[in-house]
C-alpha cells in the first residue's frame, strides 16, 4: 500500500475520479478501506460488488448505503460468508416490505429476502429466520416458507415465536411437516389456541405434548386433559405438567392418582383448587402406598435383601456380581441389589424397571455408581425394554444425559 493512496483513501471526502481509481487498485487493503465508507456513489458500490476478493464483498455487503441492486446481487454471491454478512442487514429491513410493493427499492429488498429464505447454507437461513421472529410485519409467505424449512434451526425460531403465522398456518404445518421438533417449537407459542392444541394431541407426539402441557399460556379443552391424563399412566413425562396444569378437572386427578410417582401425587394433593372429595381420594391413595411399603418391608427379613447389603458393606457387590445375576435372570436379586447401590426403595427400583423408560433406567444405573454400558444391558436383560428403544452410552461409554437430567428422571419416580 503506498503512502499517497493510503492518505486518498483515508480523505474526508473523494471526488468521483478517485473513487474510481482506489476501486480499481490492485492492493486488496485499499479497497476494503474504499468499502467500508458511507459517502460513494452508487456505481462503485456496485462495481465493488463484484470485485475478485470475498472480503471486499463482504464489507460492501455489511455496508448500510450499498444500493439494493447491489445486495440482490450479493445475496447470490458464491461465497456463503458474504452472504451472511448480508442476510442481518436485508432482514431487518423486511417491515413493510411484501410481494406486492411497487416501489422499486423495497421490491428489490423483498426479492433479496426471498432469495436468502432459499439459501443453500442452513446459516444463512437460520440467520434470516431468528432476525424475522419477531417482526410483527414480516413478508408472510417469507415467514412461512422458513416454518417450512426442513432444519429446525431455521424454522424452529418463527414456528415459535413469529406473530405472522396463523392458526391456519400452523395447522397446515402440524399435519404435514417431516421436520422433527416443528410440533414442539409450535407447542411452546405464547397463546397456543384451544384448536392448534387439539392438533399437537392429535399429532401423538409426546415431547411436543409435554412441551403444551407445560406451556401456561396454551389452552387446552377440559376433555383433552381428561383424555391426556387417562394415557400418560405409562407416559412419565406428562406426569409434572399435568399436576401444574390450570383448571385440572376432578376426573383427572382421581385418574392421575393412581399411578403418579410420590412425590408428584404430594404436589397434587396439596392444589387447592380440587373438590373435597378428590382430596380424600388421594389421601386414601398415599396411605395405601405407605401400607403396601411396609408390608414390603416386613417381607425382607426372608428375602436376599440383607444378604446383599452385607456385600455392598464388604465392598463385594460389584458390577461382575450384577452383571452374572442378569445373566441368571435372579430378578430379585438385580432390584435388590441395584435398590442398594442406588440408596433407593426397592419399591422404586420396581416401579422404574417396569415403566421400561431408558431414561429412567439410566438414571438408577447412574445413581447406583455402575457404568453405562451395563445400564444398556440392564435396559435390555431386565426391563425388557425393546432394541430400537434403548438409550445408548455415548462412543466413549459415558451417560448420554447430564447429571441434572439424569437427577431429574430419577425424581419423577419420587426418589
Known sequence: MSNSDKKLVSKDKLSYKEMQSLASNEDIVIRCQLAERHDLRPEILYFLAEDAEMEVRRRIAL?????????LLLAQDKDEAVRLQLTEKIANLAPDVSADEQDKIQTLTYEALKLLSHDQATKVRQILSETLKDMVDAPGDIIKHLAQDIELVV???????????????????????????AVNAISKRINVSENISDAVIASNEESAIADLLSNESAQIREDALDLLAERAQHITLWHAPLIKRPKLSANAAKRMAHYLADNLLTTLQERQDLPQDVIVTLKEEVKKRIDHEEDIEEKEDTDPINEIRELHKKGELTEETLGDWMDEGNFLYIT?????????????????????????IMALCWKAGINALLGESVQFKVAKVPVKNILKATESGAYPLTDDELSWHLDLFGE
Not at 455496508?63 to 445486495?71: E, F, G, L, M, V
Not at 424454522?155 to 421438533?181: C, M, R
Open 155 to 181: 424454522a424452529g425460531p418463527v414456528l415459535q415465536f413469529s406473530p405472522v403465522l396463523t392458526d391456519e398456518d400452523l395447522l397446515e404445518i402440524i399435519s404435514t411437516s417431516h421436520t422433527k421438533g
Open 336 to 360: 435388590s441389589a441395584l435398590a442398594v447401590m442406588a440408596d433407593i426403595r426397592r419399591v422404586t427400583v420396581k416401579k422404574i424397571i417396569s415403566s421400561q423408560s431408558g431414561k429412567g
Open 63 to 71: 455496508n448500510p448505503t450499498t444500493p439494493r441492486q447491489a445486495d
